[in-house]
């Protein structure tokens, strides 16, 4: 057992903390990065895709994809523990485009 740099304890299979989705032991090949530092990175990049997206670059839309898409795996993992479960509820995220104005 270890604890991520955000106070979450972490157990020796975990790849990522569970919480903010952090590398974790030997595995991360990435230098440890404090996970305060990189969530609130993470977040103000996500805001300014979300941004572009609203004012309709697709490309937004594939960006918050990648950058949101291990947090969102892994907190429905943390909830469900179920894989086929996390799967189907991952996809329902990311399905369709909510940013998307349909033709008058």
Request: proline share 5%; net charge negative.
């Amino acid at each position: 057992m270890g604890n991520c740099r955000c106070g979450t304890e972490t157990s020796a299979p975990d790849r990522f903390c569970p919480s903010c989705g952090a590398a974790c032991g030997a595995q991360s090949k990435q230098p440890a990065m404090d996970c305060a530092s990189k969530e609130s990175s993470v977040k103000s990049e996500v805001f300014q895709q979300v941004e572009r997206a609203m004012h309709g670059y697709d490309s937004a839309c594939g960006d918050i994809y990648e950058n949101t898409y291990r947090y969102v795996y892994f907190l429905a993992f943390k909830f469900l523990r179920s894989e086929a479960d996390v799967q189907d509820i991952t996809q329902e995220v990311y399905s369709g485009n909510p940013f998307h104005k349909p033709a008058a």
